[in-house]
């Protein structure tokens, strides 16, 4: 994700991850196509204009749209099916990425596009309102969508195998939850100033009035209003947080002489603050580590009970914790302080809940040990200690409620000390 991105364009990145969006691409391409017919009718050579009748033109399309319709609520079924599993398998929380599936996303809004597309031309083509040569471009155009359909139809027949199987789901998690993870070590404070410490006193605290998960932070609104104030702002907590009314989200620091703000820019700086329903990944590394930690536990649980599953997430835990390169020095929001995120942030996110479902698997135990070990010898400040806490936390999870001694001496044994 651009790493100094406003709201504005944040929401046009949420916009084109719906399936509406290229739908609504194709219903644009039919709309032009006929205004193209009609413009482009008079220059269209006479001996090229009754080529195509308009019986051709009117079956292809017929066609299209009947079939696209019967496979887009196949596709719809199919996909359902698909959440459903993925939601009662792995987490509830795993829906969101398998419907932001750039695959199924594009057959879906391929699907849609060309029965949008069909209607609109069996209008303008039963109503006359172009001729041969408008017919022409018609067919043209109708001849690039079939072909449009039939890789995506490939595409799509090859995916479905796959679709709402755990192990999909987890890479679907992981690939979000990686990207997260690299633009937090190239800007982990969103270019803005690092808070050193607890927040300052003497702030004028500001709430937000509406209830939800803190999804997004428009880093360079709150550098602008604060210019504008010749003042510092203090935000409180990372994306993630739970905003509710009552709890402040950012204090300014005004300067001496300075009278409070207006109430429209106080409004100005609540909305640079954008909260929702759910937790997103772009702003917060922290949300793609729980959600894969949770399809662990729910491996882990005496229902499902595949440790085989949460093992294998704690490889993908420790692939999206090594994500990313060094930090960046750029400060690009002078004005504007952000709080770190502490190491044990991260660990706790991903471990603690594992190392408490699976403490009576040996197998789970020795390899979370293993985890921790690779973790240790990553760059990151405090890797290193926080490994080793972890490490030894878990151990002595597994220690007590393993039953048997010589599996204790196993895991003792290949435990890492660091």
Same mark, same amino acid.
């Given at each position: 994700m651009k790493l100094n991105l406003t709201k504005r364009w944040w929401i046009v990145i949420q916009a084109l991850r719906e399936v509406w969006s290229v739908a609504a691409l194709y219903c644009v391409v039919a709309v032009l196509t006929a205004f193209l017919g009609v413009i482009v009718e008079p220059f269209v050579p006479y001996e090229f204009r009754e080529v195509i009748t308009p019986e051709a033109v009117g079956s292809l399309l017929t066609i299209i749209a009947s079939s696209m319709l019967s496979v887009l609520v196949f596709s719809l079924n199919?996909?359902?099916?698909? !959440?459903?599993?993925?939601? !009662?398998?792995?987490?509830? +929380?795993?829906?969101?990425?398998?419907?932001?599936?750039?695959?199924?996303? !594009?057959?879906?809004?391929?699907?849609?596009?060309?029965?949008?597309?069909?209607? &609109? #031309?069996?209008?303008? *083509?039963?109503?006359?309102?172009?001729?041969?040569?408008?017919?022409?471009?018609?067919? &043209?155009? @109708?001849?690039?969508?079939?072909?449009?359909?039939?890789?995506? $139809?490939? +595409?799509?027949?090859? %995916?479905? #195998?796959? *679709?709402?199987?755990? @192990? /999909?789901?987890?890479?679907?998690?992981?690939?979000?939850?990686?990207?997260?993870?690299?633009a937090f070590r190239q800007a982990p404070f969103m270019l803005a100033q690092k808070r050193q410490g607890d927040l300052p006193t003497g702030l004028l605290m500001v709430e937000h009035k509406e209830i939800g998960y803190l999804r997004f932070i428009d880093l360079a609104a709150l550098d602008s209003i604060a210019d504008r104030l010749g003042a510092d702002i203090h935000v409180v907590d990372r994306c993630g947080m739970f905003v509710t009314p009552g709890r402040p989200i950012a204090g300014i620091a005004l300067a001496n002489g300075k009278g409070t703000p207006s109430t429209e820019i106080l409004e100005e700086l609540r909305k640079a603050f954008t909260v929702g329903d759910t937790r997103s990944y772009d702003q917060d590394p922290l949300y793609g580590l729980t959600v894969l930690s949770q399809i662990a536990m729910r491996a882990l649980s005496p229902g499902i009970n595949?440790?085989?599953?949460?093992?294998?997430?704690?490889?993908? *835990?420790?692939?999206?914790?090594?994500?990313?390169?060094?930090?960046? /020095?750029?400060?690009?929001?002078d004005r504007v302080y952000m709080p770190e995120i502490k190491t044990s942030e991260f660990f706790d996110a991903a471990f603690t809940g594992?190392?408490?479902? #699976?403490?009576? /698997?040996?197998?789970?135990?020795?390899?979370?040990? +293993?985890?921790?070990?690779? $973790?240790?010898?990553?760059? %990151?400040?405090? %890797?290193?200690?926080?490994? +080793?806490?972890?490490?030894a936390t878990a151990l002595e999870r597994s220690l007590a409620k393993l039953d048997f001694e010589s599996d204790r001496a196993r895991l003792a044994e290949t435990a890492f000390k660091g």
């Open positions: 199919t996909l359902v099916q698909a !959440s459903t599993a993925a939601a !009662s398998n792995a987490t509830p +929380r795993a829906v969101g990425t398998l419907l932001q599936d750039r695959t199924a996303q !594009s057959a879906l809004s391929t699907f849609l596009g060309a029965f949008i597309f069909s209607l &609109v #031309g069996l209008i303008a *083509l039963n109503t006359h309102l172009y001729g041969g040569g408008g017919r022409l471009i018609q067919f &043209v155009v @109708t001849l690039a969508v079939i072909l449009l359909i039939i890789i995506m $139809l490939v +595409r799509w027949i090859n %995916y479905l #195998g796959h *679709l709402g199987q755990v @192990t /999909k789901t987890i890479a679907q998690v992981e690939s979000p939850a990686s990207r997260s993870m690299a595949d440790p085989g599953t949460a093992i294998d997430v704690i490889g993908n *835990l420790v692939r999206v914790m090594a994500a990313g390169e060094p930090e960046s /020095k750029v400060v690009h929001h594992i190392s408490r479902d #699976g403490a009576d /698997k040996i197998e789970v135990g020795m390899r979370l040990q +293993r985890a921790f070990e690779s $973790l240790s010898f990553l760059p %990151y400040a405090g %890797y290193g200690d926080t490994a +080793r806490f972890y490490a």
